[in-house]
């Protein structure tokens, strides 16, 4: 499965979860701290803790869709 | 609901038998309770919805329909409050929306977990301090006196940048603070003698700032006119307070828990990498906030399958919801390994989640790895049932934890 994580900087909070859970995918920018992504495609090994992530964000601020490799769009 | 029916309400909050300070609810309380949803009798009059599923939680604390502002007529209030919102000017944990993110967004990224490393040299130094002062006095000693209470007023103390000089007065009135056997007026004084501290202080950072959270606030934000000198006394005061005794309580119960589970306190003497996952089951399993999360239905709103409507308070019962069986298998086993327990809400849920997580965990991670290294005898002096519990206070945690070694 090919992923594309999308996260709303606008909901953001700041908390840092997502950093600590998923690393490789997020950072915070210097200046607010509010989420950043360093990929948008994560590969098959790291969209599990993708997910924690997602699962773990107080605001709901990140998002993740699959899609079957190969169906584009 | 007509207000004959209140008096015959559970009375809230809720607290645990004095057997063990690991129970979070008597069982008897939540037997009174009619669901998922139960109503409960507040402390300074009225009701609330009882919010005690992990799922539930999770959705009020999310909602954006529920307010945090204590100020609110009808805001379901478990703690006493400052009387004037005029005092109040920076706690930001009780506002909501654009006033509430004008506030934590000056924060986020001083407590960023890249930041938070940063600092972590001085926690460590503040650590091993506290414990060589600690062993120079005992055996036995008092593990929340020398261990617990200090080792995060200093950490707040090197975060805001109160000069070495300051640091026996900054510990005494904030002690003071947290001290049960403080009285309203010693809190007051104290708290008033901190306050002109940190006012000094905040002034003084505009002349000849430092490397720190006031200097980078005043430079940045007071200077250029976009926060005002009281609103950052109130955040600093704030920052005090919520990091004081929330860490110096899970400290106190995380001793305590390792020495009731002697096995993961040995497991850890001699694994120093397993302290992040033992943290996140700590702060699961002992939930100090366990008095909840109060907030005002500004709208109608369904949690749980039940309205809740306009005007009608409910409180996230933290503690419950990390013990939610559908969530964390056996619940009430402590089991450091449980690859799940980093979905515990020990620090809240929503927009007003603890900013100063990462700086909580560096701090339990420290301050628990050097305790089990440099204490390898460590023994409490005291039981579970006999060991002093401070029920009423606003975080739950220990009077006193007397160890040998």
Redesign the interface.
């Known amino acids: 499965m090919s992923a594309r994580v999308t996260v709303d900087r606008d909901l953001c909070c700041g908390s840092g979860n997502c950093v600590v859970t998923a690393p490789e995918v997020f950072d915070q920018d210097d200046t607010e701290g509010l989420v950043t992504l360093r990929i948008t495609q994560p590969p098959a090994a790291l969209q599990e803790s993708v997910e924690l992530a997602v699962q773990l964000c107080p605001v709901g601020a990140i998002d993740m869709t699959r899609q079957p490799v190969g169906e584009k769009g | 609901m007509g207000s004959p029916d209140v008096a015959d309400l559970p009375a809230f909050p809720f607290i645990g038998p004095d057997s063990n300070p690991f129970i979070p609810v008597q069982g008897s309380d939540l037997e009174r309770l009619d669901g998922p949803l139960g109503k409960v009798r507040l402390p300074f009059g009225g009701w609330a919805w009882l919010v005690t599923r992990h799922e539930d939680v999770r959705q009020l604390?999310?909602h954006p329909g529920f307010s945090s502002d204590q100020y609110r007529p009808g805001f379901p209030v478990l703690n006493p409050i400052p009387q004037k919102q005029e005092d109040a000017s920076g706690l930001f944990i009780f506002m909501d929306g654009e006033a509430h993110?004008r506030f934590?967004?000056m924060?986020?990224?001083?407590?960023?977990?890249?930041n938070i490393r940063r600092i972590e040299p001085l926690i460590e130094e503040t650590v091993v301090d506290a414990l060589e002062k600690m062993r120079a006095l005992g055996p036995p000693a008092d593990l929340m006196a020398e261990f617990a209470l200090p080792v995060p007023s200093m950490t707040i103390c090197h975060l805001l940048g109160v000069p070495y000089a300051d640091h026996d007065f900054f510990q005494l009135h904030s002690r003071a603070i947290m001290d049960r056997e403080s009285g309203p007026a010693e809190v007051e004084a104290a708290l008033g003698a901190l306050g002109g501290f940190l006012a000094e202080l905040i002034k003084a950072k505009r002349t000849s700032p430092g490397e720190d959270l006031l200097s980078r606030l005043v430079a940045e934000r007071v200077i250029p006119g976009e926060l005002r000198e009281d609103e950052l006394l109130s955040m600093a005061m704030l920052l005090l307070v919520a990091g004081h005794e929330t860490t110096a309580n899970m400290i106190g119960l995380s001793a305590l828990a390792l020495l009731e589970f002697p096995e993961h306190l040995d497991a850890l003497r001699a694994d120093p990498s397993l302290a992040p996952g033992l943290v996140e089951e700590l702060l699961r399993y002992v939930t100090v906030v366990r008095t909840g999360l109060p907030r005002l239905a500004l709208e109608d709103a369904e949690i749980g399958g039940q309205l809740i409507r306009e005007g009608e308070g409910a409180v996230a019962m933290l503690s419950l919801a990390n013990r939610d069986g559908s969530v964390f298998k056996d619940p009430e086993l402590f089991d450091p390994q449980r690859k799940e327990a980093?979905?515990h809400m020990a620090?809240?849920?929503?927009?007003?989640?603890?900013?100063g997580?990462?700086l909580a965990r560096a701090e339990l991670r420290v301050a628990l790895v050097e305790l089990a290294r440099r204490f390898p005898g460590l023994r409490a002096e005291t039981t579970l049932a006999d060991v002093p519990k401070r029920h009423m206070a606003v975080t739950f945690g220990l009077g006193e934890l007397p160890v040998t070694w």
């Open positions: 604390l999310r993110s934590r967004r924060l986020t990224a001083e407590f960023m977990i890249k980093h979905r620090f809240g849920f929503g927009l007003h989640q603890c900013i997580q990462p």
